[in-house]
């Protein structure tokens, strides 16, 4: 942590950022290793500060690796900001006003950082996908899809879960051409796709499986994990995010499905489980090893059905995946 915290306040003082506000829960437990469940600030500087609230006083003063005080109000923030203030992107408008004393620019130098994980915390992660995965071989493939997810949402805190990462995705039949499907209370029909998440120690895992029947749905499922392979060949570090982006759409796009991959072909997890990088065709971002992310093309032809297959990929001097399932699960 301390090392992060040295490398962030160094960073800042590049971009010319004498102190800087950091709000968002996952930054705080990023940097000072506490998790808010309440208001807290921590402010970084040379002598960096954590204000947190009484409610998580005993928590933070346990193990937050920065000085701590009470966090009574807003306004006493503005004793221990200096010069020029970073704030995250993520920061309301109505806080952004309670500054104009002060020169503000918004930076994300955190995320940035936090786009490259320790060795901790890619056990972390790979931890949280064990007991995903785990939980999805345990689960019972009948019922509606309501119940499904929670029942998969049920093993993964018997399996040590502090929480799902997200809401469970679970769509059956023509719903599975939804990329998002929220659980129903329709009765499980094949295909089915699954996209699910464990947390452990606060680290996301991320993985989706759409399980087929018929023939049409196999040539579907094989031209999108032909897609995703080649895309995970072509990841090393230096590559930029755009172009593993472009690589996954060329294979789809070649086979006359070009427009129905209607998302990005991925994004880092950690944390949280969108954070950066971002493979999408904007992202200039050039991968580094240590990012963790996650590789998921997928074609959607409405009304009829969908198929996505999604893997987390460590960058070494090639792509590890992490994944232990099969893409192709037979249920």
Same mark, same amino acid.
């Given at each position: 942590?301390?090392?992060?915290?040295?490398?962030?306040?160094? %960073?800042?003082?590049?971009?010319?950022?004498?102190?800087?506000?950091?709000?968002?829960?996952?930054?705080?437990?990023?940097?000072?290793?506490?998790?808010?469940? %309440?208001? %807290?600030?921590?402010?970084?500087?040379?002598?960096?500060?954590?204000?947190?609230?009484?409610?998580? !006083?005993?928590? @933070?003063?346990?193990?937050?690796?920065?000085?701590?005080?009470?966090?009574?109000?807003?306004?006493?923030?503005?004793?221990?900001?200096?010069?020029?203030?970073?704030?995250? !992107?993520?920061?309301?408008?109505?806080?952004?006003?309670?500054?104009?004393?002060?020169?503000?620019?918004?930076?994300?130098?955190?995320?940035?950082?936090? @786009?490259?994980?320790?060795?901790?915390?890619?056990? !972390?992660?790979?931890? @949280?996908?064990?007991?995903?995965?785990?939980?999805?071989?345990?689960?019972?493939?009948?019922?509606?899809?309501?119940?499904?997810?929670?029942?998969?949402?049920?093993?993964?805190?018997?399996?040590?879960?502090?929480?799902?990462?997200?809401?469970?995705?679970?769509?059956?039949?023509?719903?599975?051409?939804?990329? #998002?499907?929220?659980?129903?209370? !329709?009765?499980?029909?094949?295909?089915?796709?699954?996209?699910?998440? @464990?947390?452990?120690?606060?680290?996301? %895992?991320?993985?989706?499986?759409?399980?087929?029947?018929?023939?049409?749905?196999?040539?579907?499922?094989?031209?999108?994990?032909?897609?995703?392979?080649?895309?995970?060949?072509?990841?090393?570090?230096?590559?930029?995010?755009?172009?593993?982006?472009?690589?996954?759409?060329?294979?789809?796009?070649?086979?006359?499905?070009?427009?129905?991959?209607?998302?990005?072909?991925? #994004?880092?997890?950690?944390?949280?489980? #969108?954070?950066?990088?971002?493979?999408?065709?904007?992202?200039?971002?050039?991968?580094?090893?240590?990012?963790?992310?996650?590789?998921?093309?997928?074609?959607?032809?409405?009304?009829?059905?969908?198929?996505?297959?999604?893997?987390?990929?460590?960058?070494?001097?090639?792509?590890?995946?992490?994944?232990?399932?099969?893409?192709?699960?037979?249920?």
């Amino acid at each position: 942590m301390e090392t992060k915290l040295k490398q962030v306040i160094e %960073s800042m003082h590049e971009q010319k950022i004498d102190s800087m506000i950091v709000l968002k829960p996952e930054n705080i437990r990023y940097l000072t290793g506490f998790r808010p469940t %309440s208001s %807290s600030v921590l402010i970084l500087k040379d002598e960096p500060l954590l204000l947190a609230s009484k409610i998580d !006083n005993e928590d @933070a003063s346990k193990n937050s690796m920065v000085n701590l005080e009470v966090y009574k109000k807003f306004d006493d923030l503005k004793n221990f900001l200096e010069g020029c203030v970073g704030v995250e !992107n993520s920061m309301t408008v109505e806080t952004y006003r309670k500054l104009e004393d002060f020169k503000v620019v918004t930076t994300e130098v955190v995320e940035t950082s936090r @786009a490259v994980k320790t060795d901790w915390e890619i056990k !972390n992660i790979e931890k @949280a996908l064990e007991i995903a995965e785990k939980s999805l071989l345990e689960l019972d493939f009948k019922g509606t899809e309501v119940e499904m997810a929670a029942e998969l949402e049920y093993n993964m805190r018997i399996n040590g879960s502090q929480r799902p990462s997200f809401e469970t995705i679970m769509a059956s039949g023509a719903r599975t051409s939804l990329p #998002h499907g929220s659980p129903t209370t !329709n009765k499980i029909e094949r295909p089915i796709l699954i996209d699910w998440g @464990a947390v452990y120690n606060n680290y996301s %895992s991320d993985t989706t499986r759409t399980i087929i029947e018929t023939e049409k749905q196999e040539e579907i499922f094989d031209i999108v994990l032909e897609a995703q392979q080649t895309a995970i060949k072509s990841i090393k570090p230096g590559i930029k995010c755009g172009e593993i982006d472009n690589i996954a759409r060329e294979v789809i796009t070649e086979y006359g499905y070009g427009e129905s991959f209607i998302h990005s072909t991925g #994004h880092g997890v950690g944390l949280e489980i #969108h954070e950066k990088p971002s493979f999408s065709k904007n992202d200039e971002t050039e991968l580094q090893k240590g990012m963790v992310v996650t590789v998921e093309p997928g074609i959607y032809i409405k009304g009829e059905f969908g198929v996505r297959i999604e893997d987390m990929v460590l960058v070494e001097n090639k792509a590890k995946v992490l994944n232990k399932i099969d893409s192709k699960l037979s249920v």
